[in-house]
């Protein structure tokens, strides 16, 4: 490993790579930037290959060592921990799977904030509690460095072809630094707020993922009951008000039985709780929410925590005891 830059040689060089993004604004070129990289799971693996394709350097780390060697084989240079990739960069974004795991990695022994220098950028895209996101902005500011909440919405396809929806949280100047690379991994990049109002965003977006699959489910479940063809029926109401874009990527797949994870049901019931909790600190109900998440409790209990989350419908299917499928057709037909 090489000898770590002199504090001041590195903040000039992040004002540098700050003020060629900020020249670059609308015109797209690309700069480089010293990217650290933590959490490489589903998401992170396909968010880190496409900042190297668009020619930033990566320096990436996870706990699950084959991980690291896999985006090591893109192109990226290998972390020892997430102290070592904040010491080694300018800006470190991390991936991550639960608020536990944010606060270990970046307050915890080794962590981000035992590396990273003042005026350096932490951009946690993991999708948190907006409480937890609070507490690391906090911890950040108390050692300068500046932080942004920016969770996603899309899943893997939309991670691996640089569309996903972005949703950040954050102080506007740090948000207009980030804005060029968030855009190489984001079709839709939305500053929504401060701290915290990327992930209550997300919480949103995600129960209105989690109750529109659960309607889709059960329109389908009737429509399989009453004899019709389901997918007659899903090609029938998507061009209609019905039509939506969670509808158009989750129907196919349950009508086809394909329930490969794309976005765990482990995952969204994580959000799930993350939603209520944040609504009960703020006395708000929310009956749908907490319908949908006893749904995906009992799919995990079930065992299929790792399947798509358009397996929701699952649940609804045992309780009709019927199996939402294309109608077989007679035979002479």
Known sequence: MGASRPPGRRRNSLLYVFGLLREAGGQGENHVANIGFIGLGIMGNAMARNLLKAGHSVLAYDIVPALVERVVGYGAARGESCRDVAARTEIVIAMLPDGPEVEQAVLGAAGVLEGATAGSILVDMSSISPLVAQKVGTACAAKKVQFLDAPVSGGEP?????????????????FQKMEPILKTMGSSVTLTGAVGAGNVTKLANQIMVACNIAAMGEALVLATRAGLDPEVVFNAVKGGLAGSTVLNAKAPMV?????????????????????????ESMKVALPLTSSVQQMLMALINDGKGDLDHSAIVNFIEDMAGIEVKPAQKKAGA
């Open 255 to 279: 009508i086809g039985r394909n329930f490969k994870p794309g976005f765990r049901i482990r995952l969204h019931q994580k959000d799930l709780r993350n939603a209520l909790l944040a609504a």
């Open 158 to 174: 939309k991670a691996i072809d640089g569309t996903l929806a972005i949703m950040v949280g954050g102080d506007e100047a740090v």
